[in-house]
């Protein structure tokens, strides 16, 4: 039987939170201002659109990734296993919830576990970042991705969460020395990672001279943690406090935009508040490699794997046929078409 931690007590809470409050941000993504030109002659048949591409090395049928979210109480687990099963059957990437749990308590190891259910999907070990003030190394790295079999590690960065928990782990200085300490000791790539308030471009820089491979944005418009923080807190001062930075961070697309433009190679993840396949395809048309979904397949998993399977169809579904209106054969051509900004 696992022993209940600090650390389990609040994803147990979390999970509750998101599943049964209203913690969408105030903000939105900014994709809903931009629009595709439609091409009334597309030239091309819908059958043989082909939505797939290579990231870090394996193949995906579409260029989506299962955000992270979750892990580390024994709940977690079956919410693991169906994201797991409906990732390798729609052959997407899937990122894991931070395994601090599991490192404090081996015993919360098999919440993560889910490669034999999907042996050949892409998948993220996930650690925060700041954890590496707070005793954690090249070790703990190592065990997380050795724990799930994992593709590669996501250090986590967030910041205004650990300053809005009373709890929270609010040392950062001197981070980017200890992040490129693990880039260059690691044998799988690392991706740096925000929660929901964005990477800008001038941190994506430092991410990528510090050794970083790939930067997910993980913008605003999607889930605020300043409310799943508020909701959480039993101090009326500080939910409050919480409440008065829902509106703080930067819109993903927005990021995705200046990431881009100043790191034009680096592979690049949009997420945060993308719903839609249409929303992928507006990400990868302004310069992101895959989109990141995380809410709505929480929501699905702790249903079933069928659920679950059923909104990557939906998902997918939606961005083939983004791709036909806009005679976009594969994701090259795409990537080439061009975004009308609506002000």
Known sequence: MSKVTPTSTR???HIRINLEEEVQSDLTTGLERFRFTHNAVPEIDFRQIDPSTTFLGK???????ISSMTGGIEAAAAINHSLAEAAQAMGVAMGLGSQRAAIEDPSLEPTFQIRHLAPDILLFANLGAVQL???YGIDQCRRAVDMIEADAMILHFN???EALQ???DVNFSDLLRKVESICSQLDVPVIAKEVGWGISSQVAKDLVEAGVSVIDVAGAG???WAQVEMHRSQ????AQLAANFIGWGNPTSELVTDVRQALPEIPLIASGGLRSGIDIAKCIALGADMGGIAGPFLKAAVQSTEVVMATLKKVEAEMRICMFATGSPNLTA???TELRHIT
Request: aromatic share 6%.
């Open 11 to 13: 994803k147990t809470n």
């Open 133 to 135: 003030n707070y005793g």
């Open 235 to 238: 101090d009326e001062i500080q």
């Open 222 to 224: 999607g889930t605020s």
């Open 159 to 161: 910041p205004l969460q």
């Open 334 to 336: 795409l990537s080439q």
């Open 59 to 65: 193949h995906l049928s579409f260029p989506l990734l």
């Open 166 to 168: 009373p709890e929270g």
